[in-house]
């Protein structure tokens, strides 16, 4: 296993980490990813540490906290092995104080969050999602509290725009809070939107990439085909509307182009998927998720070998898309590049 700091911080993390979405499944989306009780979260652990992935990430709202539970029984034991990622800020319920991120709540979902992972400190809190209803030097100021408090090791955001991580960066800069390490995105090779902004934003301020879906959605799992209808199993029946969309145009290229690469090498298309994104500035771990084993080996054989300069190459050219103002090349600032040089 490659190890990488993530960001600018001194936390070594794995490349791949797992996700454990999966984990006590419940509810039209997390049930349809799967509902991995604790006795099989322990032995996708198990196969997790003997492989040197390290890092596992869930979330509060993942199945109403079962997920954080049954991540917490899995690692019962060796907590010190293990690094727990979890994300909060999304709605636990309908009232006030079951979202967001104020201060009364960021303290009380850390807390429940410890009891349900069985646990005194979490080794990185992200914030699921932007709270604009909160003063974002209320937030960072609670954040600053909690890893005093030893509850916390280190903060990040997740699904952020640019203009907020930038401006929780500058404010944390200034009050002396803790910095945002980690940015969990969506990244893929049908949904590279993060390159336009985030990616030289990451770079530039030593923010580390966590991708999560990293398949777009589920679509890169070498079971779409060109002309032929979704797979009776396939899980996007049901999930397909929650996640982010894809153009079946530029998806097929993509897919034409990963069953070519997977000819000549040998590799699965998930594999090859998960190795283009390694490769890519500013990412720390690609999230892997699993419902089983063989789902787990699969993606763990995405590491150990590279893509060559070729085929990264035309990976990257089917998966290409027009940047939106002011990112596309006649406006992006990359395009002087006497001044700004290429980000990617």
């Known amino acids: 296993m490659e190890y990488r700091n993530l960001g600018a911080s001194d936390l070594k993390v794995p490349v791949l980490s797992f996700g454990a979405g999966t984990f006590g499944g419940s509810g039209p989306l997390f049930g349809a990813w799967g509902n991995t009780d604790a006795t099989e979260a322990r032995r996708l652990v198990d196969l997790c540490l003997d492989a040197g992935v390290t890092l596992f990430d869930t ?37 006030p104080d079951q979202y967001g991120t ?58 952020f725009s640019g203009w907020q991580l930038m401006k929780s960066l500058g404010l944390a800069d200034r009050h002396g809070y803790p910095r945002y390490v980690a940015h969990q995105v969506y990244y893929s090779l049908i949904g590279r939107d993060y390159e336009w902004e985030l990616m030289p934003l990451g770079r ?3 923010v580390g990439a966590l991708v ?37 145009a530029r998806l097929f290229a993509v897919t034409d182009a990963l069953d070519a690469i997977a000819a000549e090498t040998g590799k699965t298309v998930p594999q090859i998927a998960i190795n283009w994104l390694l490769q890519r500035p500013t990412v720390s771990s690609v999230i892997i998720g699993a419902r089983n084993e063989a789902q787990l080996q699969d993606n763990l054989g995405a590491i150990g070998w590279s893509l060559t300069k070729e085929q990264m190459q035309r990976l990257d050219a089917a998966s290409a898309t027009t940047p939106v103002y002011p990112y596309f090349p006649y406006y992006r600032q990359e395009g002087f590049a006497r001044l700004n040089p290429p980000a990617v």
């Open 59 to 95: 979330a509060d709202v993942y199945s109403m906290g079962a997920s954080e539970t049954v991540l917490g029984e899995a690692i019962k034991g060796r907590r010190d092995r293990v690094l727990i990622s979890t994300k909060t800020g999304l709605p636990m319920g309908d009232a």
């Open 102 to 159: 104020s201060p009364a709540r960021l303290i009380k979902a850390v807390d429940d969050a410890l009891l349900r992972l069985g646990t005194d400190y979490i080794d990185l809190l992200q914030l699921h999602a932007f709270d604009a209803a909160t003063p974002i030097a209320d937030v960072l100021a609670t954040l600053h509290k909690l890893v005093k408090s030893g509850k916390l090791r280190y903060v990040g955001a997740s699904n």
């Open 204 to 206: 530039e301020e030593g």
């Open 212 to 248: 999560w879906s990293p398949l777009g959605w589920g679509r890169l799992t070498g079971k779409l085909k060109r002309g032929q209808p979704l797979p009776a199993g396939s899980r996007l029946h049901q999930t397909a509307d929650y996640g982010p969309p894809a153009d079946d």
